[in-house]
Nanobody, 121 residues
Framework: QVQLVQSGGGSVQTGDSLSLSCAAS???????MAWYRELPGASRQFIAS????????YYGESLKGRVTISGDSAKNTVYLEIKGLSPDDTAVYYC???????????????WGQGTQVTVSS
């Protein structure tokens, strides 16, 4: 069982930037790693993934232009930087991981514990 451990997050002000990190307990099996968020009362929303086998990062439309995903695929670690935060970005942010064997179809079977990000005006 792969465990994902997240760090970062917390309370920030409008306009601030924020970085989140995630590390998988298994570094021997290559994984596709991604970030999602769950807004209050809404379903989880895809933010970005680090891609697979040289495909490059892939970004969802929700935060496109304000986020950058990066990481070390050899260590199964991934980071997310979000710029220009607003109260609308208040959510629980999740790290996810899954096999890339059927890329671009990915079953994100492993999930981090979630990190609350609260943006105040």
């Amino acid at each position: 069982q792969v465990q994902l451990v997240q760090s970062g997050g917390g309370s920030v002000q409008t306009g601030d930037s924020l970085s989140l990190s995630c590390a998988a307990s298994d570094t021997s099996t290559p994984l596709v790693m991604a970030w999602y968020r769950e807004l209050p009362g809404a379903s989880r929303q895809f933010i970005a993934s680090n891609g697979w086998s040289g495909s490059g990062a892939y970004y969802g439309e929700s935060l496109k232009g304000r986020v950058t995903i990066s990481g070390d695929s050899a260590k199964n670690t991934v980071y997310l930087e979000i710029k220009g935060l607003s109260p609308d970005d208040t959510a629980v942010y999740y790290c996810a991981a899954g096999s890339g064997d059927k890329w671009p179809l990915v079953d994100y079977e492993y999930w981090g514990q979630g990190t609350q990000v609260t943006v105040s005006s």
